[in-house]
């Protein structure tokens, strides 16, 4: 509102500055060479030089500057969030790592303490539940490896969606318009198998 006043008043100036006496339009058009090196035009073309740069530094300061803060700022969230969801993503596949590891270590334990005891059982005894705890260690360790390549596979499709639409959506904000889903893809795979 100040801003619209201000503007007011400049155009009101302006207005009696044009309209004092001794001002003649004839005189001006009627003077030889170029208007803009006569020395009596001076103060008018200063005025309307201030007039002009308030007004554009009022337009950038009020609708200028706090458009392109608004879009600079919404692409540092979104970016920001696409990249909070990769972290995510990558702890959950080291997370299912660590399981993977630890259900390793576990049933390489449990087969150890399984050979320990049938060994020091009788002979006969000793070659059939030597066979049932490893038909029974491999198929435990057969699982969870499974279950873990499973929640691995998963994880890793997960940012490779992730990444597919983060590349799309900063493609179009670039570019101005939606790349092709399958170009899309094959520069994601390709970016990602240059990584590995």
Not at 72 to 78: G, I, Y
Not at 122 to 144: G, K
Not at 160 to 167: F, Q, T
């Amino acid at each position: 509102m100040l801003a619209r006043l201000r503007l007011a008043s400049l155009s009101l100036a302006a207005l009696m500055l044009t309209s004092l006496p001794g001002v003649s339009w004839a005189e001006e058009e009627s003077q030889k060479g170029m208007p803009q090196l006569n020395p009596d035009s001076y103060v008018s073309q200063v005025f309307w030089l201030a007039v002009f740069f308030i007004l554009t530094l009022v337009f950038l300061r009020f609708v200028g500057i706090p458009r392109i803060r608004a879009v600079v700022d919404e692409r540092a969230r979104k970016i920001g969030g696409d990249i909070a969801s990769a972290e995510t993503l990558r702890t959950q596949a080291a997370e299912a790592e660590k399981k993977y590891d630890a259900t390793m270590a576990e049933a390489r334990g449990k087969a150890r303490q399984l050979l320990a005891e049938t060994h020091e059982r009788n002979t006969a005894t000793l070659a059939e539940e030597t066979r049932q705890a490893a038909a029974t260690t491999e198929r435990q360790v057969e699982q969870a490896i499974r279950g873990i390549e499973d929640a691995q596979e998963r994880a890793l499709k997960g940012i490779r969606d992730v990444a597919l639409g983060l590349a799309a959506e900063i493609t179009q904000k670039l570019a101005g318009h939606a790349p092709a889903a399958d170009r899309v893809a094959l520069a994601v795979d390709k970016a990602a198998g240059e990584i590995a």
